[in-house]
Structure formats: structure tokens, C-alpha cells
């Protein structure tokens, strides 16, 4: 049944798309979010107030119609941390090579039908070619359903969404839409909010996709992702939030309560970020889960011959002594916060990091980002993105705890509201944890050389 009107959406969308081509002049901005862009752009935007003699019966069901999609195309040089099928759980530093390039399309309907409902859809293709090695897990999802909710509206106030949607919550450390990855990260659920003047609340329930190459996503039943989050604004510069994110893993027999809090904000010329957790639960092995998260950033407006915004953070996630039973990451958007190689996870981690961010102009945007990461527990062992043990490794098996340096560099240029360029490069120098641990598959550096191109239509 499922599948049924997964097609059924489809052979939907074809057709109202194709008929709708010719009008690709007319454009008009949508709600931010709603479509995953930075700056939506619409391919087409209808109002029934507009429509024909002889139609004139839709106005009281549909009063606006939506379409927009983006095409992006990626070319990656991953030197020494391309997954290598011959290592343990594959990920991290492992000497391999390659060099491939990744494309995605997507195309979206946004129909509003009263100031109580509104449907969205959007169809996702997402392919990688010419690499040497088995494409990552987010790297390659066909033709697929990739978002399809209501919103419903009971009140100014209260609203719930309903179906399969991107989202991102709160900082995005525990969840986020993965919009680095080319196949973006959906969810299946509901999602109820309420909103106040200066306090926000959305309480959750969602089950991840099971992604599936040539065929369409399926519910992952196995995985369950509750809990509240809550916003409040303070004032203009400062917001503050308070959040139960509860994760559970039917497969391994785990359960991890996090509660935490997160604030961003500014005090005169500081800029500031702190965010705080607990996570409770359930470890694999049966035992009690207890693990905790620390964030700490400050930042300043430079002025003078070096102007743009420098942050200075430390993060911190637990490990344990017996691995796997450190911080869980649920969900995150890791590329936005531990470097562009992607290396580790969020578990058994220290990270000081300084972030430089220069926009000279409107069109170009500059950043300089670096990072030094450790192992917060010697007797633990560094994580994989997908909280794998790197390279399989155990307990007391490190040489040493520093993992290493990473530059990031990135340059983006948006010649104009539908088109973006990006070149970016990093560099991951090896600490002696990988010359010092057994079981190491390479102790050399990394280096990670990236183009993009982004179309909004």
C-alpha cells in the first residue's frame, strides 16, 4: 500500500510539471525552510484568483500553486580518506584514494489550499559516477519520494506537519537535514508546534528513512527519534533552548535520553554560543548509558585591515571505557561543525576549533576554519560519522590521544540568485595517534579538494 501511492505521488507530480514548463519565466519567493534552499526560487507560482473562466470553482479549494527544484553537481579528490571496502567498518583515515563526481536533482510542488492546509512534495535523484570505489550511503538514492507532508493548521498558534520531511532541530549537533550529503536526510512522522510571541515548542516523533539505492525509501520502524524541544527569544540578539530528544534502537537493544540546552547571542561586542547535555539510557551491552555534551564558543566582529567574524570554540563528547557506550550523536550535521573530511563522529571527542568568516562582498563569501582534535577517553577509540569504532579498533588500544590538525578553506560565489559556485580544500595532518596505535591502516595525511555548482530554478 505503501508503495502504491508513493508512484501514485509521482505520476502526480509528472504531470502537473511537464504541462507547467512553459511558464519558467514567471518566479516568485517562497516561505525559507519549507523548500531546503538558502534562497527558495520558484519555478512556477499560480494564484487561482488568476485562473481562466471555466475554473473560477478551484478558487475556494487552491488558492496558490508552487514548483521550484535545484540541480547541483559536485566534484570530489578525496586523497586518503575515500571508505575502502577492505577495512573494518570502512570509514576515516584509510589511504585510499579516488575521484568522482556526485550530481543531484531535485523538483518540488508546494500547493497552498486555504490558510489551513498546505502540501508539499518533492521527488530527489541523486548519483554519483566515475569513481574507483563503492559510493558512501548518502551518496547515491534514485528517483525518490525525498519529502511529502501537510501542514495543518488549527490555530494561529498551533500547527502540525505531518508525513516525510527534511528538518533540522535546534543546532543541528543532534539532528539535521544532512543537506552536505547528496541524498539530504529525510524523516517520517509528525511533528506537532506551538508558537507564542517570545516561545516557540515542537514536540516530535519520527522514524529515519531506510535508504535504498533503486528503489524507494522505506519507514525505518526500527528506529524511533522523539521529544520536545523548546525556543525562547530573549531579546533581539539572544535565544535560548531547552530540549528531551529520545533515540531508539531496536536492531542493537539501545535507548539514549538526551536533555540539554543551547544558547546563541550577543552581550555588546561578544558573541557568544553554549550548549550543554545529558544523555540517559540503555547501552547495547545492556549496561546504563551516561554520557555528556560540552560547547563552548566565543566569538567578535574583527575590525580593521582583517575584518569578518572569528569564533574560538571547544566541544567536547564522553566517551567510555568500554566502547560504544560514549555521547551518541543521533542524527547530526556533521560537516557544519567538525570539519569538511568528515573524519569523526561526535563520541569520544575533543575538538578546538577557531572559525573565520570574511563576506568582502555580496556575492562572495570567505572561510578559513581549523581544528584539533583528541580523544576525550584514552581507553575509548576514535568514532566514524556513522558511530562506528574506527577501523574496528578496542578498548585500550590507542597510542596516543591526539588525533590531529585540519584546515578548511572554502570560497563560495553566487553570481546571482540562482546560481552558486564553490571551491573548497582541506587538509587533515595525522597525529601520533595514527603513527603510535596497532591496527592503524595509515598514519599519513589527508586531503580533500572539492567544486560545486548550485542551480535554483
Same mark, same amino acid.
Given at each position: 500500500?505503501?508503495?502504491?501511492?508513493?508512484?501514485?505521488?509521482?505520476?502526480?507530480?509528472?504531470?502537473?510539471?511537464?504541462?507547467?514548463?512553459?511558464?519558467?519565466?514567471?518566479?516568485?519567493?517562497?516561505?525559507?525552510?519549507?523548500?531546503?534552499?538558502?534562497?527558495?526560487?520558484?519555478?512556477?507560482?499560480?494564484?487561482?484568483?488568476?485562473?481562466?473562466?471555466?475554473?473560477?470553482?478551484?478558487?475556494?479549494?487552491?488558492?496558490?500553486?508552487?514548483?521550484?527544484?535545484?540541480?547541483?553537481?559536485?566534484?570530489?579528490?578525496?586523497?586518503?580518506?575515500?571508505?575502502?571496502?577492505?577495512?573494518?567498518?570502512?570509514?576515516?583515515?584509510?589511504?585510499?584514494?579516488?575521484?568522482?563526481?556526485?550530481?543531484?536533482?531535485?523538483?518540488?510542488?508546494?500547493?497552498?489550499?486555504?490558510?489551513?492546509?498546505?502540501?508539499?512534495?518533492?521527488?530527489?535523484?541523486?548519483?554519483?559516477?566515475?569513481?574507483?570505489?563503492?559510493?558512501?550511503?548518502?551518496?547515491?538514492?534514485?528517483?525518490?519520494?525525498?519529502?511529502?507532508?501537510?501542514?495543518?493548521?488549527?490555530?494561529?498558534?498551533?500547527?502540525?506537519?505531518?508525513?516525510?520531511?527534511?528538518?533540522?532541530?535546534?543546532?543541528?549537533?543532534?539532528?539535521?537535514?544532512?543537506?552536505?550529503?547528496?541524498?539530504? +536526510?529525510?524523516?517520517?512522522? &509528525?511533528? #506537532?508546534? /506551538?508558537? !507564542?510571541?517570545?516561545?516557540?515548542? %515542537?514536540?516530535?516523533?519520527? *522514524?529515519?528513512?531506510?535508504?535504498?539505492?533503486?528503489?524507494?525509501?522505506?519507514?525505518?520502524?526500527?528506529?524511533?527519534?522523539?521529544?520536545?524541544?523548546?525556543?525562547?527569544?530573549?531579546?533581539?540578539?539572544?535565544? +535560548?533552548?531547552?530540549?528531551? &530528544?529520545? #533515540?531508539? /534502537?531496536? !536492531?542493537?537493544?539501545?535507548?539514549? %535520553?538526551?536533555?540539554?540546552? *543551547?544558547?546563541?547571542?550577543?552581550?555588546?561586542?561578544?558573541?557568544?554560543?553554549?550548549?550543554?547535555?545529558?544523555?540517559?539510557?540503555?547501552?547495547?551491552?545492556?549496561?546504563?548509558?551516561?554520557?555528556?555534551?560540552?560547547?563552548?564558543?566565543?566569538?567578535?566582529? #574583527?575590525?580593521?585591515?582583517?575584518?569578518?567574524?572569528?569564533?574560538?570554540?571547544?566541544?567536547?563528547?564522553?566517551?567510555?571505557?568500554?566502547?560504544?557506550?560514549?555521547?551518541?550523536?543521533?542524527?547530526?550535521?556533521?560537516?557544519?561543525?567538525?570539519?569538511?573530511?568528515?573524519?569523526?563522529?561526535?563520541?569520544?571527542?575533543?575538538?578546538?576549533?577557531?572559525?573565520?568568516?570574511?563576506?568582502?562582498?555580496?556575492?562572495?563569501?570567505?572561510?578559513?576554519?581549523?581544528?584539533?582534535?583528541?580523544?576525550?577517553?584514552?581507553?575509548?577509540?576514535?568514532?566514524?560519522?556513522?558511530?562506528?569504532?574506527?577501523?574496528?579498533?578496542?578498548?585500550?588500544?590507542?597510542?596516543?590521544?591526539?588525533?590531529?590538525?585540519?584546515?578548511?578553506?572554502?570560497?563560495?560565489?553566487?553570481?546571482?540568485?540562482?546560481?552558486?559556485?564553490?571551491?573548497?580544500?582541506?587538509?587533515?595532518?595525522?597525529?601520533?595517534?595514527?603513527?603510535?596505535?596497532?591496527?592503524?591502516?595509515?598514519?599519513?595525511?589527508?586531503?580533500?579538494?572539492?567544486?560545486?555548482?548550485?542551480?535554483?530554478?
Amino acid at each position: 500500500m505503501c508503495d502504491y501511492y508513493q508512484k501514485l505521488s509521482i505520476n502526480i507530480l509528472l504531470l502537473v510539471i511537464c504541462p507547467s514548463l512553459p511558464c519558467l519565466a514567471q518566479s516568485r519567493s517562497v516561505e525559507p525552510g519549507r523548500s531546503g534552499y538558502e534562497t527558495p526560487i520558484n519555478l512556477v507560482s499560480m494564484n487561482t484568483l488568476a485562473l481562466p473562466e471555466g475554473l473560477d470553482s478551484a478558487k475556494e479549494k487552491t488558492r496558490e500553486f508552487e514548483l521550484g527544484g535545484e540541480f547541483r553537481m559536485r566534484y570530489h579528490n578525496e586523497n586518503n580518506h575515500r571508505p575502502s571496502p577492505t577495512l573494518a567498518n570502512s570509514l576515516g583515515l584509510t589511504g585510499t584514494d579516488d575521484d568522482f563526481i556526485l550530481y543531484r536533482t531535485r523538483l518540488w510542488m508546494d500547493a497552498k489550499f486555504n490558510e489551513h492546509l498546505n502540501l508539499y512534495v518533492e521527488m530527489l535523484d541523486a548519483e554519483s559516477s566515475m569513481e574507483n570505489f563503492p559510493s558512501r550511503g548518502n551518496e547515491v538514492d534514485r528517483l525518490d519520494l525525498h519529502q511529502a507532508y501537510a501542514e495543518i493548521a488549527f490555530s494561529d498558534r498551533l500547527q502540525a506537519t505531518l508525513g516525510r520531511r527534511s528538518l533540522d532541530i535546534g543546532s543541528t549537533r543532534l539532528v539535521g537535514e544532512g543537506e552536505w550529503a547528496n541524498t539530504r +536526510r529525510a524523516f517520517d512522522g &509528525l511533528q #506537532l508546534s /506551538l508558537e !507564542n510571541e517570545n516561545f516557540d515548542l %515542537d514536540a516530535y516523533y519520527l *522514524h529515519p528513512l531506510s535508504m535504498q539505492r533503486h528503489d524507494f525509501n522505506q519507514t525505518n520502524n526500527n528506529v524511533r527519534l522523539y521529544g520536545i524541544n523548546t525556543r525562547q527569544q530573549v531579546n533581539e540578539e539572544i535565544t +535560548r533552548s531547552y530540549y528531551w &530528544l529520545t #533515540l531508539e /534502537l531496536d !536492531n542493537i537493544d539501545a535507548r539514549y %535520553d538526551t536533555f540539554g540546552f *543551547h544558547s546563541k547571542g550577543a552581550r555588546g561586542d561578544l558573541l557568544y554560543e553554549f550548549e550543554g547535555g545529558v544523555q540517559a539510557g540503555r547501552n547495547p551491552d545492556q549496561t546504563k548509558h551516561l554520557a555528556g555534551l560540552a560547547v563552548i564558543g566565543l566569538g567578535t566582529e #574583527l575590525q580593521g585591515k582583517i575584518p569578518g567574524q572569528l569564533w574560538v570554540y571547544y566541544e567536547w563528547a564522553s566517551g567510555s571505557d568500554t566502547p560504544g557506550n560514549g555521547w551518541h550523536h543521533y542524527f547530526p550535521r556533521a560537516h557544519r561543525h567538525l570539519g569538511y573530511i568528515d573524519l569523526f563522529g561526535r563520541r569520544n571527542l575533543n575538538d578546538v576549533n577557531v572559525r573565520w568568516d570574511y563576506q568582502p562582498t555580496e556575492s562572495l563569501e570567505l572561510r578559513v576554519h581549523y581544528h584539533y582534535f583528541s580523544l576525550a577517553n584514552r581507553a575509548d577509540v576514535p568514532y566514524n560519522t556513522n558511530m562506528t569504532p574506527f577501523a574496528g579498533l578496542g578498548a585500550n588500544t590507542s597510542g596516543s590521544s591526539s588525533l590531529g590538525h585540519e584546515i578548511d578553506l572554502l570560497a563560495t560565489l553566487k553570481l546571482n540568485e540562482r546560481l552558486k559556485f564553490q571551491l573548497g580544500y582541506a587538509h587533515f595532518f595525522a597525529g601520533a595517534y595514527y603513527q603510535t596505535t596497532p591496527g592503524a591502516p595509515y598514519s599519513g595525511d589527508a586531503q580533500f579538494f572539492y567544486t560545486q555548482m548550485t542551480l535554483e530554478f
